[in-house]
């Protein structure tokens, strides 16, 4: 079930996947409310770039907290099919390296 949340965001999950739908100018401020609206149940989350115009710099430290949060719950954070200028920051910052990022969604939910 999706839940919309007071941003271009909404989330769901899927096979015990949580998956974060972020849409339009993606700031620090909009993923920390998505992932605090997720809550800390699911260790597993995939965040669905496909929507994304712009993400500034807060919106990646706030990436970088969660996958480490994740991380040290046994868990993962993935990035799924960002939008070419979304990749080309995510690579410049060298994120690609931090965090796996996948081409697709359904890439970024198989295990």
């Known amino acids: 079930m999706s839940e919309p949340l007071n941003s271009p965001t909404s989330c769901r999950s899927l096979n015990g996947i949580l998956v974060l739908c972020v849409a339009g100018e993606t700031t620090g401020h909009v993923l920390q409310q998505a992932l605090a609206a997720a809550g800390t149940a699911p260790t597993r989350t995939v965040v669905d770039l496909s929507r994304v115009t712009f993400m500034d710099s807060p919106g990646i430290n706030i990436?970088?907290?969660?996958?480490?949060?994740?991380?040290?719950?046994?868990?993962?954070?993935?990035?799924?099919?960002?939008?070419?200028?979304?990749?080309?920051?995510?690579?410049?910052?060298?994120?690609?390296?931090?965090?796996?990022?996948?081409?697709?969604?359904?890439?970024?939910?198989?295990?």
């Open 63 to 111: 990436l970088i907290a969660a996958h480490t949060a994740l991380a040290h719950a046994g868990g993962w954070l993935r990035l799924a099919a960002a939008t070419a200028s979304v990749r080309g920051t995510l690579q410049i910052v060298g994120l690609d390296h931090v965090i796996d990022c996948r081409a697709t969604l359904h890439r970024g939910l198989s295990t």
